[in-house]
């Protein structure tokens, strides 16, 4: 028996135990796990994983998600989705004109039209996985031209128990041409047990659609967590996405994001880790077609013995003339153990192109530490207000004040509980 198929056979009796798909489905379904049994869990040999061991997740045996969870207590906005385990358990009363926002099995032709469209599982073991073990999925649909006011909130709770449990999230937002939303999904954890999220989120945004993403990773200390986000952008779109990862054992984010004429991309990241966590942030700008402008601030806090990674791709095609691209990851490492891999890379094809791109590695600065502390503040409370104010520049861009706030006060109690 082969490596390969020692991974994926122990996942081929959580596939076959599945409840029967729709028959619009199953044919993906199937593909995606021909597909992963062939390409398997990667490995550090490959250059994409050559900083994060997945092995962990290979040789751990899990469990389907339970159903039966109950998740009320979380659910809060009013336009918010919940999913227990993956199983969705509350949606809206009432939706504002112009919005769909439920599972993706009540349409089946927006379903056909986009789901694993953008997502590719030709070349990523997880996306395959994921598509395989497909049960439900949030879909959001916003019609041309609306404007929706409220954030919408995708609350994913997933529960550790006495078995390691899989789930598998998947996100479809299809936004119509001049409209306008905000999706914020949240991932958090309950309980202690081990658990492996393996989430995929696939946004369309038409021509001149305004779309802000923001995805908050809050997974309990043993969980791993993987998502994947591929974002295909209309000419003229303006599109930002804002990572917060700040839990999960091994986490490991991939932001992607094909622009065409005329678009405009941000890409923001935050990432805490403390102790053994390791978390990998990958992120693909590609620009497509000409004219297109992209932004990347990426940073991140290390302390304890944690790793960090950060592989930051900016594609510019051939046909891509006179984009404008601008990349950055800034690492704070708080002590002598912690470790970071930090790799910017650009490719470029077209010559008529303003690209850049920088990255840092430092400690707190010891002459602001030192001012802090000549003007009476301890030295405890100095670390922990020049941390928070290395944090707060990616903070303060979240447009979404009670997001905005309810992450300012747990990174200020986070950092106090370092500084102790």
Known sequence: MTAVSEQTGAWLELFTNQLPAPAWLQPLKSAAFARFSELGFPTTKNEEWRF??????????????????????????????????????????????????????????AATQHLGKHASF???????????????????????????????????????????TAVHPRVLVVVGADAHCTIVERYVGAGDGVYFNNAVTEIVAGDRAVVDHYKVQQESVNAFHISILQATLGQSATFASHSISLGGALVRNDANTTLSEGTDA?????????????????TKIDHAMPHGTSHEMYKGILDGKSHAVFNGKIIVRKDAQKTDSKQTNKNLVLSDNAVVDTKPELQIWADDVRCTHGATIGQLDS??????????????????????????????????????????????????????
């Open 52 to 109: 994060t061991n997945v092995a962990p997740v290979a040789r751990t045996k899990f469990v389907a998600g339970r159903q039966g969870v109950k998740a009320s207590k979380y659910a809060e906005g009013p336009l918010q989705l919940v999913f227990a385990n993956g199983h969705l358990v509350s949606r809206p009363q009432s939706l504002p004109k112009g919005l769909e926002a439920g599972s993706i099995l009540d349409d089946a032709a």
């Open 122 to 164: 030709d070349d990523n073991a997880f996306v395959a996985l994921n598509t395989a073990m497909l049960a439900d999925a949030a879909f959001v649909r916003v019609a041309r031209g609306a404007v929706i006011e409220e954030p919408i909130e995708i609350f994913y709770l997933t529960t550790g128990t006495s078995e390691a």
């Open 266 to 282: 941000t890409l923001n990241g935050l990432y805490i880790v403390n102790g053994t966590q390791h978390i990998d942030n990958h």
């Open 367 to 420: 002459e602001a530490l030192f001012y802090l502390q000549s003007r009476g503040i301890g030295k405890r409370e100095a670390r922990s207000l020049l941390t928070y104010a290395f944090a707060q520049d990616v903070v303060d861009r979240i447009k979404v004040p009670a997001l905005r706030d309810s992450l300012e006060k747990m990174l200020f109690e986070k950092f106090h509980e370092h500084a102790e």
